[in-house]
């Protein structure tokens, strides 16, 4: 998500977004080639297009169908593969632009990505750009991405777009490899000025393996820092980490009645390690959270289509929801009995029956890839439905007082006299 205002005191994003109607964010794999060889790359990308991707007429007609969703438009985000090696891009920006979506793109770090290219993106009004940085060393990103010398060239990029004045966010995959690593990320990130960082919990999807998959206890940890992390300035989203926003919502209150989250909740040695690095390197945080806790999941404000028009509820989870050369996307997303059921949040095991399954829901991608279940329960998560009520009750938090306070907070609460669920 790029482009959109932050409050200096939290973060509000799209609090009243009509979700049954239309996705906050359409992501699109324009392409699958791409020059890099990423070990955890969800498209499995390969240096040459594969056969069946959608044609300049195909690609314009989706634009069009993305345009029939209204204003405000969803978010495109260009992405891949690499967008840039797609040889018409350009003029598919263009169009989009012409039709009034907001566009962002995802652009390898490779020798496609050039000053013409930055350039271009100015030109042609692109609202935002991420570009992924998976370590605050070479050693780290570069091993990860496959190619030597990409970090340097990361850097250098972000520094590059940003003189242009693009709006770049990093987007940051979490994974065995680089988990004891997050503390210097922040530090990297506050140092090169950039202040929206999207973690992305990691899937074992394409080339990612399960070995470099995290536990739950390890999750919940990750969640626990990135909280803490969002106090030095930073906004702070997850993808498919819905986990965080739970973690957020349950350390804010206590805050905000006084409590030490960490004495309450108890996170485990990995968060205590970076936390720990994380106040050595930046000191004691100063300013208040900027966690996003915007109640976006696989399939509700969130769509995904593939190179040859498949449509799946994210890049993640490769469950076939239909497909735009045989239906209008706006079609697809409204109608689709099984993103109908996960914007209700009709969940089985512990997310349907967790109170936070509204702004959390759990990752539906991880559900359906490790369980083969896309309304199953989120394996990552170790909470227990019920916590949260129990813990208010326990303590005596005045929950009412806070709602204003904290994104997200109504959508786990039962509603106030006169209110409707989810208002």
């Not at 955890?40 to 007609?61: D, F, K, N, T």
Request: net charge positive; charged share 25%.
């Amino acid at each position: 998500m790029m482009g959109q205002s932050h409050s200096s005191h939290h973060v509000v994003l799209h609090r009243r977004w009509p979700f049954e109607e239309k996705p906050l964010l359409i992501f699109w794999e324009t392409t699958k080639a791409c020059m890099l060889a990423c070990k955890h790359c969800r498209a499995s990308a390969i240096l040459e297009p594969l056969p069946g991707e959608l044609s300049h007429e195909e690609a314009v007609r989706l634009i069009d169908d993305i345009a029939g969703f209204g204003k405000p438009s969803p978010i495109l985000v260009f992405t891949g593969g690499d967008p840039l090696m797609r040889k018409d891009i350009w003029s598919l920006v263009a169009r989009a632009k012409e039709r009034g979506i907001r566009v962002a793109m995802a652009p390898a770090v490779s020798p496609k990505l050039t000053n013409e290219a930055i350039s271009k993106m100015v030109e042609l009004g692109v609202d935002g750009v991420s570009i992924s940085i998976d370590g605050s060393k070479p050693e780290i990103h570069d091993s990860i991405r496959g190619i030597p010398g990409v970090f340097n060239r990361s850097i250098e990029v972000i520094k590059k777009m940003m003189g242009f004045g693009l709006r770049v966010q990093v987007n940051t995959a979490v994974m065995r490899d680089n988990v004891e690593d997050l503390a210097d990320m922040v530090k990297l990130l506050l140092d090169l000025g950039i202040r929206v960082w999207e973690v992305f919990y990691l899937i074992p999807v394409g080339r990612a393996q399960r070995e470099l998959d995290l536990t739950p206890q390890e999750w919940e940890d990750v969640s626990h820092f990135l909280y803490e992390a969002s106090k030095y300035g930073i906004v702070v989203r997850t993808t498919e980490g819905p986990m965080f926003r739970r973690v957020a919502i349950m350390r804010r209150l206590l805050e905000l009645h006084g409590y030490d989250p960490d004495e309450v909740l108890k996170p485990g040695p990995l968060y205590r390690r970076l936390v720990s690095r994380l106040r050595s390197l930046l000191g004691e945080p100063r300013g208040k959270p900027l966690a996003s806790t915007t109640g976006t999941r696989d399939g509700k404000g969130i769509i995904f289509i593939s190179h040859d028009g498949l449509v799946y509820p994210s890049g993640f989870m490769p469950y076939p929801v239909g497909s735009v050369r045989r239906e209008s996307i706006v079609k697809i997303y409204r109608e689709n009995p099984v993103l109908r059921k996960i914007r209700a949040a009709e969940f089985r095991g512990r997310c349907g029956a967790c109170e936070f399954r509204d702004i959390c829901g759990g990752s539906r991608a991880r559900a359906y890839v490790l369980r083969a279940d896309p309304l199953g329960e989120d394996p990552a998560c170790p909470y227990t439905p019920g916590e949260f009520a129990r813990l208010i009750e326990k303590l005596g938090l005045d929950t009412r007082r806070a709602v204003e306070e904290i994104e997200g907070l109504r959508h786990v609460l039962p509603p106030l006299p006169g209110e409707s669920p989810g208002s």
